[in-house]
Each structure stands twice: as C-alpha cells, then as structure tokens.
C-alpha cells in the first residue's frame, strides 16, 4: 500500500523555523520530523511513499537524494505551494486510482500508532475513510464518535472541545475521490462533513501517545522527548 504524506504547507505558525525550510523538515534530534513519520510505516512493513510537495519542495527533494534509504520507495510530486489538503490529494489521483485503498497523514505529527491495527479496523468497517482518533491538546476540534467507529460529527478545530480529535492518520478508499471538488478545498471541511453525512467515516480510537508539531513549543516538547529517550513513536 502507498502513503501519501502532505508535505507543501507553509507551517506559518513555526515562522521561527519554517522561513528557511519546509515544515516536515525541522528536525526531531538529528533527523527531520518527516522521516521519523516514514519510519512509523516501515515499522510495520510499509514502505512506498508519495511525498506531496509545495513549499520549498527542492530541500526535501535534495535531503533524500543525499540521504537515501534502499528500503524506502519515494515519489516526490508537486502540488503546488498554496494547494489546501483536498486539492493536494486531488493532484494525486492518477497515482492512486489503481489503489484500492491508500495511507494519508500530514507531514508534522507523531504517534505511537498500529499501522497495521489500523488498516484491519478500515477493512472490517468497509467505509470510504478512516481516521486515527487521539486526545487532544486544548486547542483543537472535536469528533462525535459512536460505538461501533461510526463518525456522528466531525467539527475541526472550534473554539469549546472536549474527547476526541483528528490525529491525522487516515486510511481512504479510492472512493474519496468522488468527494473532492476539483476547485480548492479544505480535505477536513467539506469532503469529511459529507463522508460523515454518508455515514463512511470512521474512526479507530487511540489512547497512546499523539503530538502535532504546531508551534515552535511543541517542536520543543518533541526533541525534548527525543532528547530524554523517553520518546514513543
């Protein structure tokens, strides 16, 4: 199965760090936070890669030509530097289509998440989608979530949030193409309100350890886990 892991954002919230370089590209310890993401899937036998690039895409490009890893597949493809998540996905659908289902994740968070685990919970449920539900941080959104997986509600990001959270670690039938405009669009606004409206998301809860890289704090948090070895991804 391939991954697809959304690399092109601006990360203006980590100015400190992303003015010279893109966000999947700050370093946890020595390694940028974007390999030690690929690692997580090779710890579970998955290892083709789609990296969808925008903003300075070159120094990504670059560091995995320097740095090549023979066990890893990677694609490297542009989809533009102010592409929103659903029209990124979008630009890879020829490299997917073929896919009967493929991994999405965001190129800035880190878990201690059953890949494999996962993709048995999307297979059993048989929806178009599967997210990896996690606990949140104050400032995020939130997920109403019935017993069996099924997502009742999807808001992201409000102001009052209480349970559970998008991780970010998806699972997608092909299927979800049908939900992408081809105009630009948010992937966690409109195609997940309609898939939750369809009833075909759902989501696998995950008590374990979960942390975005947000802010320059939260960068700060992650190396000093990593720096403590006291790291769990």
Same mark, same amino acid.
């Given at each position: 199965?391939?991954?697809?892991?959304?690399?092109?954002?601006?990360?203006?919230?980590?100015?400190?760090?992303?003015?010279?370089?893109?966000?999947?590209?700050?370093?946890?310890?020595?390694?940028?936070?974007?390999?030690?993401? $690929?690692?997580?899937?090779?710890?579970?036998?998955?290892?083709?890669?789609?990296?969808?690039?925008?903003?300075?895409? !070159?120094?990504?490009?670059?560091?995995?030509?320097?740095?090549?890893?023979?066990?890893?597949?990677?694609?490297?493809?542009?989809?533009?530097?102010?592409?929103?998540?659903?029209?990124?996905?979008?630009?890879?659908?020829?490299?997917?289509?073929?896919?009967?289902?493929?991994?999405?994740?965001?190129?800035?968070?880190?878990?201690?998440?059953?890949?494999?685990?996962?993709?048995?919970?999307?297979?059993?449920?048989?929806?178009?989608?599967?997210?990896?539900?996690?606990?949140?941080?104050?400032?995020?959104?939130?997920?109403?979530?019935?017993?069996?997986?099924?997502?009742?509600?999807?808001?992201?990001?409000?102001?009052?949030?209480?349970?559970?959270?998008?991780?970010?670690?998806?699972?997608?039938?092909?299927?979800?193409?049908?939900?992408?405009?081809?105009?630009?669009? $948010?992937?966690?606004?409109?195609? $997940?309100?309609?898939?939750?409206?369809?009833?075909?998301?759902?989501?696998?809860?995950? !008590?374990?350890?979960?942390?975005? $890289?947000?802010?320059?704090?939260?960068?700060?948090?992650? !190396?000093?886990?990593? !720096?403590?070895?006291?790291?769990?991804?």
């Amino acid at each position: 199965m391939k991954i697809v892991i959304l690399c092109g954002g601006l990360g203006s919230r980590l100015s400190e760090e992303t003015k010279t370089k893109p966000k999947p590209m700050v370093k946890i310890g020595k390694d940028p936070i974007l390999v030690h993401i $690929m690692k997580i899937y090779e710890k579970y036998g998955f290892n083709k890669f789609i990296l969808a690039l925008g903003y300075k895409k !070159n120094i990504i490009i670059d560091y995995f030509k320097k740095n090549k890893n023979k066990k890893w597949n990677i694609e490297f493809v542009d989809t533009g530097k102010n592409s929103l998540t659903g029209n990124r996905l979008l630009k890879l659908k020829k490299k997917l289509i073929n896919e009967e289902s493929f991994f999405l994740t965001y190129g800035d968070g880190l878990i201690d998440l059953n890949i494999t685990k996962l993709l048995n919970f999307h297979k059993k449920n048989k929806k178009i989608a599967t997210l990896t539900a996690v606990r949140p941080p104050a400032r995020f959104g939130e997920l109403k979530i019935q017993k069996a997986g099924l997502v009742k509600k999807f808001e992201e990001k409000n102001q009052i949030n209480q349970g559970w959270i998008n991780g970010g670690f998806f699972v997608l039938n092909k299927k979800i193409f049908d939900y992408l405009p081809k105009n630009q669009c $948010m992937l966690e606004r409109g195609p $997940m309100t309609k898939l939750t409206q369809d009833k075909q998301l759902v989501a696998l809860k995950h !008590n374990g350890f979960w942390q975005c $890289m947000d802010t320059l704090r939260d960068k700060e948090l992650l !190396n000093k886990l990593w !720096n403590s070895g006291k790291f769990k991804w």
